[in-house]
């Protein structure tokens, strides 16, 4: 059983970011690779900023149709990173990178989740996300009722989650974590930390009232 819900925040930008992420409670720090995001930042850029993380937090770096070169430089320059395949990539070219790695579902009614769990059974975890424009990082929540309950892998609820939302979330879903870019920023790139924490103190919530329920 999941006591602890883990926390990924995504599209980290700056260095003060990276310390305010961390510090509200963050297990994952994502770096966004695809360089048609507004949170892009580059392989060289990902690695100064990782090079901030302490020990047990995990940089995470996501990548979107990506080529074998793209995925070679990023886990180089990223020795420890989780990739993070977000976009259509199939399972041989997540596995060609050799590397432990979360795959991104968007989700949308008809979108067979168990049959996509299954094609990706070497994902760490499958990231459930909205459906939205340029792939991901929309701000949009999806209808968390088309979660069946029967997915063969860990899943990452993400998607327009916020501290008003994400214990909702957590209770409805039980996911083994949760992930969130705009519902902490002041704008596209540019987290608050004090929406940072809240949301990181708003997932504690949700794990206190699990295990509340479960004494
Ligand atoms: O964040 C982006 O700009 C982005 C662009 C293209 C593909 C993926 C992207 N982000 C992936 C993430 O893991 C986001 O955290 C996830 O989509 C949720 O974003 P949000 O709904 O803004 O919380």
């Not at 048609?36 to 047990?56: D, M, N």
């Not at 968007?106 to 070497?122: E, N, T």
């Not at 992930?179 to 704008?187: I, K, P």
Request: glycine share 8%; aromatic share 6%; proline share 5%.
């Amino acid at each position: 059983m999941n006591q602890r819900t883990r926390i990924k925040i995504c599209g980290i930008t700056r260095e003060a970011d990276v310390d305010a992420a961390v510090e509200a409670g963050a297990d994952a720090i994502g770096f966004v690779l695809y360089p048609k995001s507004a949170r892009h930042v580059s392989i060289a850029r990902a690695a100064e900023l990782a090079r901030r993380l302490p020990p047990f937090v995990m940089p995470v770096a996501l990548l979107v149709n990506a080529s074998d070169a793209e995925v070679a430089d990023a886990t180089a320059a990223l020795p420890t990173a989780l990739l993070q395949f977000h976009g259509d990539e199939t399972a041989a070219d997540c596995e060609r990178a050799r590397r432990p790695y979360l795959r991104a579902g968007r989700m949308a009614r008809g979108f067979d989740l168990v049959d996509f769990a299954r094609q990706f059974s070497s994902a760490q975890a499958i990231l459930l996300d909205a459906h939205v424009e340029g792939y991901g990082g929309g701000g949009k929540v999806f209808d968390w009722s088309l979660i069946p309950a029967n997915v063969p892998r860990p899943v990452v609820l993400s998607g327009g989650l916020h501290a008003g939302n994400v214990i909702e979330g957590i209770l409805q879903v039980r996911p083994w974590a949760v992930d969130v870019s705009s519902g902490v920023e002041a704008a596209k790139g540019i987290k608050d930390a004090d929406l940072m924490r809240r949301f990181c103190e708003a997932v504690r919530e949700a794990d206190a009232r699990i295990a509340d329920s479960e004494t």
